[in-house]
Structure formats: C-alpha cells, structure tokens
C-alpha cells in the first residue's frame, strides 16, 4: 500500500504549480527511476498498519479483497488535493515514516476510521495527540463495524508472517 501511496503522493505533489516541496531536510531510502527525471521513495505511515494489498479479510462467511481496500481508499483520498508529508526522524522495515495529511485529514486516522487499518501505539509515543485520536478512531470503526472490522480479520503483521484466515486457506 505504501507504494501505491506515495506514488499517488508524487503524482498529486508534481502537478499542482503551487506544490512545494521540502528542501532542507533529507533522508536515506531505496529509490527508483520511474523514468529520466522522476523518482519514486517508498516510506510508511506513522503509527498505522493498513491491510496488506492482497490480503483477505471475512466478512458474512465469505472472503473480501479489505487489503485493496485499504489501497483504494489511500490512493483515491491522495488524488483528491495536495498531500502535506512530514517526514519523521525514524525508519521501518527500511522505509523511512512520515505522516501524511490530505486538507487537514490525517491519512492514517481516516484509513483507521474506515475500519482498514489498526493503530500502532507503540510507534506514537512521542505523539500522545495522534496517539488518543487513532484510539478514538479505532473504538468508532469497531463500533460502526466499518470496513474489516465487520467481520473477521488478521492483524497485519501476523498477515505478513503468513498467518491466514480460513477462507483465505480455501480460496489458494
């Protein structure tokens, strides 16, 4: 999903004429050419693990795409205005981690409130504010059983460990 993302956040940052973007701070990440004069840098959100693109969650029985989802809804929300990227002094699985806005919504919170994504707590210590929101965000999503919280639901990173529901088992 972070990919898509922040392919969609270059999109967006490179077409507006008013777009700026932040020249004197710096980072070290893995890159590529999407051609001659483009490039590309993955970075995860802040605090926020979304479903993973092809993962499956249950809902009424039967097995839904919630992975796609969680991409759709990032990618559709980032083509929708200019997105405000703040990088953050630490990295993930590689990536460097940011938190992204898009007119005033944080990204992360929204894909949380759509029940397509949980808070990671223990990455917002130094933000207790983003902290108590995503848990806000969390306890509604569970409570309007919205998007995988509907139904049945592998957290992420255990997804990742190749943890699967059953009628993920049966649809292989």
């Known amino acids: 999903m972070t990919r898509a993302m922040f392919l969609a956040v270059l999109a967006v940052t490179s077409c ?12 070290n990440a893995r890159a590529r050419a999407l051609d001659g004069d483009t490039v ?7 605090g926020v693990d979304a479903f993973e693109s092809r993962q499956l969650c249950e809902r009424r029985g039967n097995c839904w795409e919630c992975g796609k989802a969680a991409q759709d809804l990032a990618a559709k929300l980032l083509r929708s205005s200019t997105a405000d990227i703040k990088l953050t002094t630490t990295s993930t699985y590689g990536r460097p981690v940011a938190t992204v806005t898009v007119d005033g919504v944080d990204l992360g919170e929204r894909l949380i409130r ?3 994504a949980i808070p990671e707590a223990q990455y917002l210590r130094g933000d207790p504010p983003r902290a108590a929101r995503y ?10 059983r919205a998007g995988a919280l509907a139904g049945r639901w592998i957290e992420p990173a255990k997804w990742r460990r190749d943890e699967r529901l059953q009628c993920e088992r049966r649809s292989r």
């Open 114 to 116: 759509a029940g397509l």
């Open 135 to 144: 848990a806000v965000a969390f306890s509604r999503a569970k409570l309007d």
């Open 16 to 27: 507006g004429a008013s777009s700026q973007v932040a020249t004197d701070r710096g980072f």
């Open 40 to 46: 590309a840098v993955d970075f995860r959100l802040q």
